[in-house]
């Protein structure tokens, strides 16, 4: 089994649960503990905010904030034992983890299940384990509750009554029948009953009801509703901890009990930081650089091979447009085309991973270790909005976007993907820690702050922190870079021969310039695109 060595800022991360846990067990209020504990870790309580519905006044609720890189899934197995341990003070228990996709869920269930994986270490800590889901947990019975702790990992969608099968775990069914014999009067009063037969529903829902599940909520941002925590509510659950890189603050506010943030993670070797922007309004240009890019980082880890570091293939990101009837666009054919055509890139170092075509899963199925495989021949990965999700690779260094970053919503996946360290540790040469992105755009300033919104917004960063993590990789483009607070502009003073007409002026114009009708002067605040500084000089 490969070692796993836990960094500083997982083991305060734990070490606040347990101090929750154990102020949960003296205090017996999840309200008065949290602030109790939140006190005694940063001088400070923290307001809690209980959940709305029938939830026990006594049950934990609270979130721990990690930002994307940080290892939230193995925080979690590792949580287990203190939930049997510290909270519970049981041997066994159940754990009801949640998490927000199918393909997120294979994945968990596969890494919690594999005995040589990290995640299932943790797990184990907690003694034996039973990995089930939804389908092996309609067949569960007293020997695999009583001989080991039972986590069934499930989609948070699966217990919202929507579709036949999701229904299923509602309905009536034999095979669960033993775990209901003998109940007392008291047990059953809060059971679903079949009144036309006049007992209790031998239901998957009854079943974990009857035992109290301890509740994990992976990407807990998605989804919050009155609706997914009144079914939260149905099963009684004997404590809920939700792990994101974004909690909420607002709607549903989450108890935010420990908070990681990015720097944590550089420090710790977890993610590549900086991200080194270029923009480049020419398409072939932006590809060539990328390109190159890419050629650079896999010689730099060729000769760190040789000299005994871990394998890597530096991987390229390319965010293509979306296909258009009415005009040609930067679409996956046409980047795909591009990169053998004028790039000369062979056609099986490249896949599209789209809705319609899934090059990842045929890499999946063609390597024992999928894009990790050394024989892998994969370096670029044609997307539109999105890869599959729960896809996760730490060779993906750059990032190529075709089309100029309008909002944060159409990168914000990807961003993330390029994020992680390979083996969670620094190399030797400094390029290797750090993340690149390549935008076909003529505006640097616009972009580099439309990575920073994207690194506050879904990756979980300080505002402080994406300031600084986003940087120009060339020189003459940090000029342009006002966001990072650290370039001083001073204004500029133009002469108009006449009166300028304000409507002919752009809205991203507007806002860097300021006309003065009394002095017949234009005032230049910011530095100016190509295409506005032609526009400026089409005034004199």
Request: net charge neutral; aromatic share 6%.
């Amino acid at each position: 089994m490969p070692s796993f060595t836990p960094k500083d800022y997982q083991r305060s991360c734990l070490e606040s649960v347990e101090k929750y846990f154990t102020k949960c067990q003296e205090l017996g209020d999840a309200d008065w503990a949290f602030q109790k504990t939140t006190e005694e870790l940063w001088g400070e309580k923290s307001q809690f905010t209980p959940l709305k519905g029938e939830f026990p006044p006594e049950m934990p609720y609270f979130c721990l904030r990690v930002p994307t890189g940080g290892g939230k899934t193995w925080l979690a197995a590792k949580s287990v034992a203190l939930v049997n341990n510290t909270l519970l003070q049981t041997e066994h228990s159940v754990i009801l983890w949640l998490v927000p996709s199918k393909p997120i869920r294979t994945q968990t269930i596969n890494a919690l299940k594999d005995r040589d994986h990290p995640y299932h270490a943790a797990l184990r800590e907690a003694g034996p384990v039973h990995v089930l889901d939804l389908a092996e947990a309609k067949c569960l019975n007293r020997s695999t509750l009583e001989t080991g702790t039972v986590v069934i990992v499930a989609t948070s969608q699966s217990f919202n009554v929507g579709d036949e099968e999701i229904r299923k775990v509602y309905e009536d069914n034999g095979a669960l029948m033993d775990l209901f014999r003998n109940l007392t009067e008291e047990q059953a009063e809060g059971l679903e009953k079949i009144i036309e037969k006049g007992r209790v529903a031998y239901s998957l829902v009854n079943a974990l009801r009857l035992r109290r599940p301890f509740i994990i909520v992976d990407e807990a941002h998605n989804g919050r509703t009155d609706l997914s925590f009144g079914t939260l509510a149905k099963f009684r659950p004997s404590g809920i901890m939700e792990l994101t890189a974004t909690p909420d603050t607002e709607k549903v506010p989450s108890n935010v009990l420990h908070s990681v943030s990015a720097v944590e993670l550089k420090r710790e070797e977890m993610i590549k930081l900086p991200i080194l922007l270029e923009t480049e309004p020419d398409e072939q240009k932006c590809l060539a650089e990328a390109i190159s890019k890419r050629d650079e980082l896999a010689e730099m880890a060729r000769v760190e091979r040789m000299a005994g570091a871990p394998y890597i293939r530096p991987l390229v990101l390319i965010q293509s447009e979306k296909r258009s009837k009415l005009k040609d666009t930067r679409e996956a054919a046409w980047v795909k085309a591009e990169l053998m055509k004028n790039h000369n890139i062979p056609a099986e170092e490249i896949i599209i991973a789209t809705g319609d075509e899934r090059g990842l899963e045929q890499v999946e199925k063609d390597f024992p270790k999928g894009i990790f495989d050394e024989k892998c021949p994969v370096k670029f990965i044609i997307t539109q909005q999105a890869l599959a999700e729960g896809w996760d690779c730490a060779f993906a260094y750059i990032l190529v976007s075709m089309a100029e970053l309008k909002n944060a919503k159409s990168v914000e996946q990807l961003l993330g993907r390029i994020l992680r360290q390979p083996q969670a540790k620094s190399r030797e040469t400094t390029a290797l820690n750090k993340s690149y992105a390549y935008v076909v755009s003529r505006e640097f300033g616009e972009t580099a702050n439309m990575l920073r919104d994207t690194l506050v917004a879904s990756a979980g960063f300080d505002k402080a922190d994406a300031k600084d993590f986003v940087a120009a990789a060339k020189n003459e483009q940090s000029r342009l870079d006002l966001g990072r607070g650290r370039v001083k502009f001073t204004p500029v003073d133009v002469k108009l021969p006449e009166s300028l007409d304000i409507s002919q002026v752009s809205k991203s114009l507007k806002a860097k310039v300021k006309f003065s009708k009394a002095k017949g002067e234009l005032q230049i605040n910011q530095p100016l695109t190509v295409d506005e500084r032609m526009s400026c000089k089409a005034w004199r």
